[in-house]
């Protein structure tokens, strides 16, 4: 291995054992800018088996959380196992129990803060989210978590929670 190679690796080393885990080995650095990239790279086989072997039509991933649509119950069933199985032998990951469910579409899917509905123009706000953004907008948040709320906001159907915001 030539020595810039050698560099890199030592480099990458310290950045994944900067993060302390209570678990040896497991995990990476939270907040880490090369976290993203990290998990990006290792999971990227995850997302070559779900297009190429499994076939989802409607998959979407980001970071080590993913979801799936169907209007098959019993397809997504047989996938579950599937997936769960390629996770453990291929990327040594496990699916956490309290966090794989299926369930209808009409109710829309819970992910990354918004309320996903199958026509993929609605998007709602999770309320939780909604009640600590207006909680910070009241208390005066400065102007970097102003515009980062805002950016946020818009990716979704929130015309009336932006108004609120500037009546604040």
């Given amino acids: ?81 599937l997936i769960a199985r390629f996770l453990s032998y291929n990327l040594k990951l496990e699916l956490h129990p309290d966090k794989v469910f299926i369930k209808t579409l009409v109710s829309g899917v819970d992910f990354l803060g918004w309320v996903n509905f199958p026509d993929h123009r609605t998007r709602i706000l999770r309320t939780s989210t909604k009640r600590r953004m207006i909680k910070n907008m009241a208390n005066g948040q400065n102007q970097a978590k102003v515009g980062s709320y805002l950016g946020l906001l818009r990716h979704g159907n929130t015309y009336k929670l932006k108004k609120s915001f500037f009546s604040l």
């Fill in 1 to 81: 291995m030539t020595h810039k190679f050698e560099n890199i690796i030592s480099l990458l080393e310290k950045i994944i054992s900067s993060f302390h885990s209570t678990r040896q080995g497991i995990g990476l650095p939270l907040g880490n800018l090369t976290s993203q990239l990290f998990v990006n790279i290792y999971m990227n086989e995850l997302d070559q088996y779900m297009k190429h072997k499994v076939k989802a039509k409607y998959y979407i991933r980001y970071a080590d959380d993913f979801i799936i649509f169907s209007e098959d119950k019993k397809w997504l069933e047989k996938q579950l196992v």
